[in-house]
Structures are given as structure tokens and as C-alpha cells.
């Protein structure tokens, strides 16, 4: 189990009602703290994480152009410069956005784990990639991505999970380790791969990105006590699949998860600052 240190990190919530007050949160200049944005985008995943210093990594796009308006009640309308757009894996839910994202935004690099995905509008991202010059970075297990203090490892997918004929099964998954404390970024993997997960690593982490949105075959309480997370956000939105499942918030519950829900909470802000983890909901 990791060692949280002599400090001991909490957790405060503010829940701001008045737009205006989220705003001013928002737009408060550079940030000198980690901030984790888990981004309201309907039925699909999202996250925008800015490192201190301003580095922007964005993480999925959701099912559509939803995602420009959240990224403009973050970003300064002059900031169109996004470091890093990762890709989980192909499917529409989460890529869709990105197509938009590319074309509006200067984008640093594209990472994925590879494999295109059976999308027909795949080709549309292949295209904005292409005609916007985004360099392309292939990532996969034992991977890794730093700045300064700051580390996303890549845990998965595995080179026997990219030869699957399932593209959540090439979710490329992310740990985040960042100011003290760990974030968890998941895709849609499932009980499977949170196991094998288990095995290799330790997943004492302090933030979860909920995998698959809350679907029961994801978020095993094996998996969720060995993470041990504090806080889980589960993107999802109006749906016809039961998500979130009642299996998995009862199981999120149970480990004593503090979670937070884009149909219920909106676009939620995690942001580390004197050895305390603030959300901010606009819900």
C-alpha cells in the first residue's frame, strides 16, 4: 500500500450554484496546482487535466461538440494550445469530440494505443489529424509521460489486449501521480483487466475515473478495495444502458468512495492545494 506521507489529505466540497462564482474559479490566471477536470459531455468520457504551470492534457472528447463549450468555461478564450489529446480507445463516445477539438484547438501531440477501431467516422479524426499536422504518439503498458514532478504511468492496454477483437479492451488506462496525490484514468476497461491491474500494480490511488460508465461488468469490489479511492467520478449521461448500475454504486459505496456524477453534478473541478484535495461541482 502507498504511504500518504505525515499529512493526512481531506477532502472539501464546494458546491457553487452562481455561474459567476464558478467562473472566477475558473479563470483565476496560471494555475500552481494540479486541477482535474471531469467534463460533462453527456453519454461519453471527457477529462481536461492542467499540470501547475498550465500544461493541458486532455483525455477523450465525448460523443460530440459538447466538448468545446466545456473546454471554453475553462480555458481563456485566447488559449487555444492544448499540449497533449489522448484517445482511450476508439469508439465514438469518446473520440467524436476530438474531432472538433483538433480542428479548433493547436494540439501538441495525438497519443493513442494504436488500433484504429471499426468507426466509419473514425476516418473524420484520421482526417482533422492529417490536415491539422498533429504528431502521433503510440503508447502502451510500461509507457510513460512526465513533466517535472509529474507522471502519468501507462498501465494498460498490454500488447495481448491491443490483438483483442474488443476495442475497451485497448483502453489506454492512466495513472496519474501529481502533487501527493493519485488519479486513476480508465476507459471503459472491465473486471477482467481491473484484475490483471490488481496483480501488477498498486492502485492506492486517491482519485478514480469510474471505467465504462458505471457498467456492472466494471468497478469490482476487488478492484475498488485494492484502489482504495476517495473520490470516483462516473461520466455518463441520459442513456438506454442502466448507467450508472445500481451493482456498481453500491460496490463504490462500500469501499466509501465519495462520488460524483456528470448527469447530477455537471463538470466537476479537483484541484490540489495545501495538501488538501477541493472539488468544485456546478451542480
Known amino acids: 500500500m502507498r504511504q ?3 499529512v493526512i489529505l481531506t477532502i472539501v466540497i464546494f458546491i457553487v450554484f452562481d455561474v459567476f462564482v464558478w467562473q472566477q474559479i475558473l479563470f483565476s490566471g496560471l494555475n500552481k496546482n494540479t486541477e482535474l477536470y471531469f467534463l460533462d459531455v453527456g453519454q461519453g468520457d471527457s477529462q481536461l487535466v492542467i499540470l501547475p504551470g498550465g500544461v ?3 483525455i477523450d ?3 460530440d461538440k459538447k466538448v468545446l463549450s466545456e473546454l471554453a468555461s475553462i480555458l481563456r478564450p485566447t488559449d487555444r494550445y492544448i499540449d497533449l489529446v489522448v484517445m482511450s480507445h476508439p469508439q465514438t463516445d469518446h473520440f467524436t469530440g476530438l474531432i472538433d477539438v483538433i480542428k479548433r484547438y493547436k494540439v501538441g501531440v495525438f497519443i493513442s494505443s494504436g488500433n484504429p477501431g471499426p468507426a466509419k ?6 482526417k482533422a489529424i492529417k490536415d491539422n499536422n498533429v504528431p502521433r504518439v503510440v503508447l502502451g503498458e510500461g509507457d510513460k509521460i512526465g513533466y517535472e514532478e509529474n507522471n502519468f504511468d501507462v498501465v494498460a492496454p498490454s500488447k495481448v489486449l491491443l490483438l483483442s477483437s474488443e476495442p475497451n479492451d485497448w483502453s489506454l488506462t492512466m495513472n496519474l501521480e501529481s502533487q501527493g496525490i493519485k488519479a486513476l484514468f480508465t476507459g471503459d476497461i472491465d ?7 490488481v496483480q501488477k500494480y498498486d492502485l492506492d490511488i486517491d482519485v478514480l475515473k469510474v471505467a465504462h460508465h458505471g ?3 466494471s468497478s469490482s469490489l476487488a478492484f475498488l478495495r485494492a484502489a482504495t479511492p476517495q473520490i470516483a467520478f462516473i461520466e455518463v449521461g441520459r442513456n438506454t444502458y442502466g448507467h450508472p448500475t445500481k451493482d456498481a454504486l453500491e460496490r463504490l459505496a462500500a469501499v466509501g468512495a465519495q462520488i460524483f456524477r456528470a448527469d447530477q453534478n455537471g463538470t466537476v473541478k479537483i484541484e490540489v492545494a495545501d495538501s488538501k484535495i477541493k472539488v468544485f461541482t456546478k451542480k
Open 121 to 126: 467516422s473514425y476516418a473524420s479524426l484520421e
Open 56 to 58: 493541458k492534457i486532455l
Open 215 to 217: 457498467s456492472k461488468f
Open 191 to 197: 473486471a477482467k483487466e481491473e484484475a490483471s491491474l
Open 61 to 63: 472528447g465525448g460523443p
Open 4 to 6: 500518504r506521507g505525515l
